[in-house]
């Protein structure tokens, strides 16, 4: 225990943002990591019809396109995609980006044997702390439990079990310095899925959460609701329920953001085109990296994607300053828009996505990508 707690204590400060400078802090945004919980082999907590893990990415999708109409807030999520992370991976990540706020997203459940698993309901919030009661003390084993799908995850956590009560003495042990933040955005993430999900109020808890402990900022587990109810699994798996959570854990990280700026003001982005997305930090790549090799011309009835820059009142020539240097743009008409795509045509949206990162988002930070078909823009 003594090895552990040692090792613990050293890898939060060694994995604490270091120093900002001046000229750093007059231009950075406040940072929100999302993370959606589980992925790849790791299904989480699964229902009848849909699962833990494809529910939690659903939703921080969600919340990344709706965090992209605010200035001031930059997002990174752990995964956008359907992959595996280990919990340590998931805080090197957050560390890494040297985020404001953390936000880890998971749906829960009962025990098979409980009398009340068709009928529990209700959202919670956790921080980081020593678990006080027993179905407290069961959510963190079972979103602890993931390590034990690693390869020797016992040396990797030092020796941390998972579903040993003797090892969770170490989050009792552990100061963290960034608990009141974190119980605050807490509550304001309670009350918006109380108030605007609609969702059962279960409080804001503690217990001892590993990915919370390695984060070296304020941090929160979201409980969406319980996919072992009936009732509620139909809301978590509704794109309305998706919506709502979103929006809730949307709202809740825009207040907090405002409470506890960067040093940009947060403000509303008066963005023409309501489809846009941010640009996702983990999936950029060097700038020396090989231009990418996929792009094909568009055959009658294929879906491809472009790479969509801006949007216009008017038309633009092709060589107008506004593209910055830019070539290959092109440009449809939509919603009295003209709406300017730039690098052709891409056979898959992986393709399309590391063009941008590497050629556009330099300088048009809110590109996004479309789908193509036929000489027009689908949804």
């Not at 993430?189 to 108030?195: M, N, R, S, Y």
């Not at 940009?264 to 930090?281: H, I, R, Y």
């Not at 090989?290 to 038309?315: F, H, L, W």
Request: one cysteine or more; charged letters at 25%; aromatic letters at 8%.
């Amino acid at each position: 225990m003594n090895r552990l707690l040692t090792f613990l204590l050293a890898a939060v400060v060694a994995l604490c943002p270091s120093g900002i400078s001046a000229s750093e802090r007059d231009v950075r945004p406040f940072v929100v990591v999302i993370d959606p919980g589980h992925g790849g082999k790791d299904y989480g907590a699964i229902g009848k019809v849909t699962n833990e893990k494809t529910i939690n990415l659903d939703v921080a999708l969600r919340i990344r396109k709706m965090l992209s109409e605010y200035n001031g807030i930059e997002v990174v999520l752990t995964r956008s995609t359907d992959t595996f992370l280990s919990l340590q991976q998931r805080a090197d990540i957050a560390n890494a980006a040297q985020g404001n706020l953390f936000v880890s997203v998971h749906v829960n459940s009962v025990d098979r044997r409980s009398k009340n698993r068709l009928t529990v309901k209700g959202a919670s919030v956790y921080t980081l702390g020593l678990h006080r009661s027993n179905a407290n003390f069961e959510v963190a084993k079972r979103e602890n439990s993931v390590m034990e799908l690693e390869p020797d995850f016992s040396t990797t956590y030092q020796g941390f079990d998972p579903n040993s009560t003797e090892s969770y003495i170490i989050f009792e042990l552990s100061q963290n310095k960034h608990l009141t933040q974190s119980i605050n955005f807490a509550q304001m993430a309670q009350g918006e899925l109380v108030k605007t999900a609609g969702r059962a109020d279960r409080g804001v808890l503690q217990a001892g959460f590993w990915v919370l402990l390695a984060s070296a900022m304020p941090a929160a587990l979201v409980e969406l609701d319980f996919i072992c109810n009936p009732t509620s699994e139909q809301f978590l798996h509704s794109v309305k329920g998706k919506e709502k959570m979103a929006r809730a854990l949307t709202d809740a990280i825009v207040k907090y953001a405002e409470a506890h700026p960067g040093t940009m003001p947060v403000s509303k982005n008066m963005v023409v085109d309501e489809a846009s997305e941010p640009f996702d930090m983990e999936e950029s790549e060097p700038e020396d990296a090989a231009a990418p090799e996929q792009k094909s011309a568009a055959t009658k009835g294929a879906v491809t994607y472009r790479v969509q820059i801006m949007a216009c009142d008017r038309r633009l020539s092709d060589n107008s300053p506004e593209f910055k240097g830019l070539k290959n743009v092109d440009s449809y008409r939509q919603g009295g828009f003209y709406k300017y795509t730039v690098g052709g045509d891409f056979p898959t949206e992986d393709a399309a996505e590391r063009y941008a990162c590497k050629s556009v988002r330099g300088k048009f930070p809110k590109a996004f990508i479309i789908k193509w078909r036929d000489g027009q823009r689908i949804d």
